[in-house]
């Protein structure tokens, strides 16, 4: 039987609500994709160009460390994985847990927040990380219902 993951990266919390609803949508297990050192507001001053998420966004190859790896990715068909929009494209950690995981013919779909910016060339940028998932066009989820995530769940499948 197919499995959902719902893995997701939120520096203030508006990411992890988001994730929260679509794993529930979507039937789908739920994995916080932490930093190893978590971000503190000084880091996510994106107006300080030697804040901490100013310099990893400014070197494509940053790759922060995280916490954990999940353990159970070999369970999961599909993978939705969740961010905020950092510089129009994914924070360098979801590049971090994409190639910490071993992702083959797995389904990656990319989903996001953002404050004012679309989703740019996310997926382009992510696939490297990953590149024998299949992955399915992103989606910007800001101010999704419980019934759009549903639909943007099974869109996916």
């Excluded at 996510?44 to 353990?71: F, G, H, Y």
């Excluded at 797995?106 to 953002?114: E, L, Q, W």
Aim: hydrophobic content about 45%; glycine content about 8%; charged content about 20%.
């Amino acid at each position: 039987m197919a499995k959902t993951l719902v893995a997701y990266f939120s520096a203030s919390g508006v990411t992890e609500g988001v994730a929260r609803d679509l794993a529930r949508a979507a039937g789908a297990d739920l994995f916080e994709i932490e930093p190893a050192v978590p971000y503190i507001a000084a880091d996510l001053n994106w107006q300080n160009a030697q804040s901490r998420s100013s310099v990893e966004m400014a070197d494509k190859t940053s790759r922060p460390a995280i916490a954990r790896t999940c353990e159970s990715i070999a369970d999961y068909d599909t993978v939705f994985v969740g961010f905020p929009i950092w510089w129009y494209v994914a924070p360098t950690i979801v590049n971090t847990f994409l190639e910490a995981h071993d992702l083959a013919g797995k389904t990656i779909v990319p989903f996001a927040t953002s404050g004012g910016s679309g989703l740019g060339n996310t997926v382009a940028e992510l696939e490297p990380s990953a590149p024998d998932a299949r992955f399915m066009p992103g989606k910007l989820l800001n101010g999704a219902s419980f019934k759009q995530l549903e639909a943007f769940a099974k869109s996916a499948r």
